[in-house]
């Protein structure tokens, strides 16, 4: 190993600078943080996940090596449900871990537990998710949601149970949306239960509800099994949505910043890898399939990862890892429409300071030194972006109190 490896980042950015800012080749860059004044405190990290498709980038970095790249490896803990993975994160088991991006928001306000300081250090993916109903409700004609919210106006309130995995999570949050966009109101309306992934087709399997959301590959399992059907995906509510994100205690990333900033680097990488070529996502779909990670079959992953659903449709905003790193990139604004959810349904009784709340827990400052350790990826010069939902509305994080105020449907006094 050559004496360059150990120049101290400080005499790196100051050579670059005496260069005029020339880009300097990404491996020596990556070697310079790896092992210079900015090598991780921690030789290992442990960082939980649930076996869902979306845990992809943490498999890989592990298998592939990327963690070893900048100085780390990665213990792998696979958690059984997301109450698990908030307990063992909160009482230190875990460093990190793949987690619900409503979750962790949850946390951090006191929603979900105890309040604990949180850090969303990057968005493991965008999309991929969906609402599955029984093949019970199909036979009665129901496709969609208004011939859904068709039936469920036939019966008593409470009559159909449908489930989502946690109730700060982003699952909770897709389905409420999108049962309150055919007028169905998620609290008045209907049952709503939480169950950890694994849990959901065996539950429908036995009657246990009549819909849920959760994340792959549990809906293309309850349509391999014959007991439901997709009747939307989750980027049909919100295309190119945030969905899991990598989380910490800001206490742990406070105590081993080069740390994590090295496990941000690490999973860019293994980001990257993934989307480079249909090959490598076909590869992915394989080692995710193992018993270590999803104990499932091939097949069960790799057509909606490709963004093929049921053989009947090409989706366009399938699940996503990289897209230039403007995918992982922490916006502001993708947290602040939790939190407008959170008032929405009056898990917030006043209002935060949105942004204010975001700029805490989203950490791009950290983000933007691994993507430079990376090399090859440009940050967003901005903090916020604009989408357009499945109801029409606009959010931009310009005005959120407004918009958690503009629904129909709401619980805010509650």
């Not at 990404?26 to 979306?54: C, N, Y």
């Not at 950890?196 to 959301?213: A, H, K, L, T």
């Not at 919100?238 to 899991?244: S, Y």
């Not at 009784?349 to 933007?368: F, H, T």
Request: aromatic share 10%.
């Amino acid at each position: 190993m050559g004496d360059k490896v150990f120049i101290s980042r400080r005499r790196f950015l100051q050579a670059g600078a005496a260069l005029g800012g020339a880009m300097l080749l990404p491996g020596v860059m990556q070697a310079a943080w790896a092992a210079g004044s900015d090598k991780p405190e921690l030789a290992t990290v442990r960082f939980g996940f649930i076996p869902l498709t979306d845990c992809a980038p943490l498999a890989i970095a592990a298998l592939k090596g990327f963690d070893k790249k900048y100085g780390i490896s990665l213990q792998p803990s696979k958690e059984a449900s997301w109450a698990a993975v908030r307990d063992k994160l909160v009482a230190g088991e875990l460093d990190a871990a793949h987690i619900l991006y409503g979750m962790l928001y949850g946390l951090e306000l006191g929603i979900a537990s105890k309040p604990q300081q949180m850090a969303n250090l990057m968005t493991l993916n965008r999309n991929g998710q969906a609402i599955t109903l029984s093949s019970d409700l199909q036979a009665q004609g129901v496709s969609d949601s208004h011939g859904l919210k068709r039936l469920i106006d036939q019966k008593a309130p409470g009559s159909y149970t449908f489930a989502h995995t946690f109730p700060t999570g982003t699952h909770a949050m897709w389905l409420y949306y999108w049962l309150a966009n055919a007028g169905i109101d998620p609290f008045a309306d209907v049952r709503m239960v939480v169950v950890p992934p694994p849990q959901m087709v065996m539950n429908m399997r036995i009657g246990n509800m009549v819909g849920f959301c959760v994340g792959e590959p549990w809906n293309a399992r309850a349509i391999n099994d014959r007991i439901g059907f997709t009747a939307a995906t989750s980027q049909q509510i919100w295309p190119d949505h945030p969905e899991k994100i990598l989380g910490a205690r800001s206490d742990w990333v406070a105590r081993y910043p080069n740390t994590a900033r090295a496990l941000v680097a690490a999973l860019l990488e293994a980001q990257r890898w993934i989307e480079a070529s249909a090959d490598n996502t076909r590869e992915t779909a394989r080692i995710l399939a193992r018993r270590a990670w999803l104990n499932t079959k091939e097949q069960y992953l790799s057509g909606r990862m490709l963004g093929e659903y049921d053989k009947r449709w090409h989706d366009d905003h399938p699940m996503r890892f990289f897209q230039q790193g403007e995918a992982s990139y922490p916006w502001l604004s993708d947290g602040m429409w939790f939190l407008t959810q959170f008032r929405r349904w009056g898990l917030l009784k006043s209002a935060p300071d949105y942004q204010a709340v975001a700029q805490r827990i989203n950490r791009i400052d950290l983000w933007k030194e691994a993507a430079q350790a990376v090399g090859g990826i440009t940050a967003p010069t901005q903090t916020l972006r604009s989408s357009t939902l499945l109801d029409g509305k606009v959010w931009n994080g310009a005005d959120p109190e407004g918009y958690a105020g503009s629904f129909a449907i709401q619980r805010k006094g509650a």
